[in-house]
C-alpha cells in the first residue's frame, strides 16, 4: 500500500500488475503529482479492477 498526495494505491492482487506498482513505489518520491505518475496510478488501478472483474468471472 502507498500513501499519495492524491489517495491510497493498494497492493497488487494479480502478477500482471506487480511490476507497475513497483514503478509507482520506486518513482514516488521524485515524480508524484507528475502527469507521468498520475497516468501510470490510473493505468494501474485501471488493470486492477480489470483483472478483479475477470476473477470474478472466472472464478
Known amino acids: 500500500m502507498l500513501e499519495t498526495k492524491s489517495g491510497v494505491i493498494y ?3 494479480t502478477n500482471a ?3 507497475i506498482f513497483e514503478w509507482l513505489k520506486k ?3 521524485t ?3 507528475s502527469r507521468a505518475y498520475e497516468d501510470m496510478k490510473e493505468v494501474y488501478e485501471t488493470l486492477e479492477f480489470d483483472f478483479g472483474q475477470k ?3 472466472v472464478g
Do not use: A, R, Y
Open 11 to 13: 497492493g497488487p492482487t
Open 17 to 19: 500488475t506487480v511490476s
Open 27 to 29: 518513482h514516488q518520491t
Open 31 to 33: 515524480l508524484e503529482g
Open 55 to 57: 476473477e470474478k468471472l
